[in-house]
């Protein structure tokens, strides 16, 4: 049986604390809401000792005493406090400028960790991948340092998904590939997460799972790694075993699972649990154990997210479940479809009297004919009467060409002439805005201003990651809204707009909801949606669901991303 390495250890030791699971939503929020305040004091000594053992410190600062209803530089309003521990505390919060849920963790700007946490919030930050909750602001100010993040309430963790069992072969699959492929992607721009647990995980109701607390979370604890690379792909390696066996790889309980016996070593997973994926057993074990040492298969290990999403990428992919449909009715066979020629009647019938049909023209619908067809021909005589009367008159009377009078029906529609904008705001129904200082430059006729999308490392279709991107525009009044005229920062193919009328700046609802005026796809750097039937509007949404990729420029990588210079509408005042 393979041992664990010394880098498995520490990410057991450092992740052994009891999960937070008072509340479903505080499950889907804050990357450090593993304890309570009133939390185990056996597990929080346990951290505390990780945290002494990592950095050397004995902390002894405590979390500073705030309040419910306290506000954070006149805008974040902190709700429930979630996490008090090791002289930080951890918050649910509101956003009153942009009205929606955040996370807050706040710490004396004199902690010992302070300037690290700053410096870690930033970097994670600054990484902009939709794949990691998002750092929206860090902040030092009036003796607090604070970090503002996603908060995420239509989400599940990770650690509330094994309670209710292992996960399925597709799920499980999914969660490996895409945790490891994001965490490559952060260890290629030098950030590692050193804390990377089951409640750090995240999935969404589209099945995309998220990674929080990159970076953060490590650097409130002060834990540090000398081969980070190693510790994170470990501890993927043991997020993919609980999914596959609801057991934790170690001999230790944590997360609300059980851990193995002690004395055994390392068990692959599918001599844990029968009917195991073989395929991901064999991933699991690579990322776990130690100098290749893989139970009965020698395989390499897997020592860094970058060599564990290689891996995992060619491996057969994983398909998902049949879906499974209910079983239609036993069909019923009647006399009429079995037929009876040639059977004997069980019992003698009544004969049916026969219906003689009236004679031809004498019915209902004959009688209607005959009415209708004498109609015609007296209207017929009358008419070509009429004519020959008309032609006899005219030849005695002089031709005069008459005048004719206008009609209402002979009025032109008015021509669509360009519509003012008075002032915008972006849409962002998931709560990732893209760009919001950026609105007003793509109405101000200036071709070298531009609003901009992030940029994305799939495409060109932005979901699942994200539904779409958008901006809405309030004309001032309500118009007659024929078309539109945007001009893009990217050519290329795959730019997908649509234009939906909607009923203010900051409007609810999905666009599936909202009525379309026109929608275009363009691979020129111009896209004009134009509908044949203006509609009648103030305010109207840009939705943009498909970017085009794009290689790098002078602030910006390569990527699927778009950008608008300028936006013009057409119509009629109704």
């Not at 991901?280 to 893989?294: F, K």
């Given at each position: 049986m393979a041992e664990r390495s010394t880098a498995a250890v520490d990410v057991a030791d450092n992740s052994g604390d009891d999960p937070l699971t008072a509340k479903a939503g505080t499950a889907a929020t804050d990357g450090v809401a593993e304890e309570q305040k009133t939390a185990d004091t056996s597990a929080e000594g346990t951290d505390k000792k990780a945290v002494e053992r990592q950095s050397g410190e004995q902390p002894s600062i405590t979390a500073p005493e705030l309040h419910s209803g306290h506000k954070l530089a006149r805008r974040y309003r902190l709700e429930e406090c979630v996490t008090r521990l090791d002289g930080f505390s951890s918050w649910r919060a509101v956003d009153e400028k942009l009205r929606r849920a955040v996370g807050v963790h706040l710490l004396p700007a004199d902690h010992p960790r302070a300037r690290s946490v700053l410096a870690a919030a930033r970097s994670s930050a600054l990484l902009g991948d939709p794949r990691f909750v998002q750092v929206l602001d860090a902040v030092e100010e009036n003796d607090l340092v604070y970090v503002v993040h996603e908060w995420l309430p239509d989400s599940t963790e990770l650690t509330a998904l094994l309670a209710a069992g292992p996960l399925e072969p597709h799920d499980a699959y999914q969660l490996v590939s895409q945790v490891s492929q994001a965490m490559a992607a952060a260890h290629r721009e030098g950030l590692a997460h050193l804390r990377l647990t089951p409640s750090a995980v995240l999935r969404s109701s589209t099945g995309q799972y998220r990674i929080r607390g990159l970076a953060v979370n490590a650097a409130l604890r002060g834990i540090t790694a000398e081969r980070p690379q190693r510790s994170d792909t470990e501890a993927i390696g043991a997020l993919l075993y609980a999914a596959l066996t609801q057991r934790w790889p170690y001999d230790s309980d944590a997360y609300g699972l059980s851990g193995l016996p002690k004395g055994?070593?390392?068990?692959?997973?599918?001599?844990?649990?029968?009917?195991?994926?073989?395929?991901?057993?064999?991933?699991?074990?690579?990322?776990?154990?130690?100098?290749?040492?893989?139970?009965?298969?020698?395989?390499p290990p897997c020592t860094t997210p970058d060599e564990l999403a290689k891996a995992v990428a060619a491996m057969p992919r994983v398909k998902p479940p049949e879906p499974e449909f209910a079983a239609p009715p036993e069909y019923q066979r009647t006399t009429y479809q079995q037929g009876t020629y040639g059977r004997p009647q069980l019992r003698p019938q009544a004969t049916q009297p026969v219906i003689v049909p009236p004679p031809p023209l004498q019915s209902r619908t004959g009688r209607a004919l005959k009415w209708a067809v004498s109609a015609l021909l007296i209207a017929a005589l009358g008419l070509g009467s009429w004519q020959i009367a008309d032609r006899l008159l005219g030849q005695e009377n002089t031709t005069e060409t008459p005048t004719p009078s206008p009609t209402i029906g002979d009025e032109k529609p008015e021509p669509p002439k360009p519509l003012e904008v008075r002032s915008a705001e972006e849409y962002a129904p998931d709560g990732l805005p893209q760009n919001r200082q950026g609105v007003g430059d793509t109405y101000d006729s200036d071709s070298s201003t531009y609003w901009r999308t992030k940029t994305f490392v799939d495409g060109p279709v932005l979901a699942p990651y994200k539904q779409g991107v958008g901006i809405v525009y309030d004309l001032g009044s309500e118009q007659n809204v024929s078309s539109a005229s945007i001009a893009l920062r990217y050519g290329g193919p795959n730019t997908a707009v649509t234009l939906y009328a909607v009923d203010s700046l900051s409007p609810s609802g999905t666009p599936d909801s909202m009525k379309k005026i026109a929608t275009v796809e363009t691979s020129d750097s111009t896209a004009k949606p134009v509908t044949k039937t203006p509609v009648k509007t103030r305010y109207v949404l840009l939705w943009m669901t498909s970017v085009p990729y794009s290689g790098g420029d002078q602030y910006f990588g390569a990527g699927y991303k778009q950008a608008i210079t300028d936006v013009s509408f057409q119509g009629t005042a109704p």
């Open positions: 055994v070593g390392l068990l692959a997973p599918d001599q844990v649990r029968a009917g195991v994926h073989r395929g991901l057993s064999e991933i699991a074990m690579r990322a776990l154990a130690n100098d290749g040492a893989t139970a009965s298969r020698q395989e």
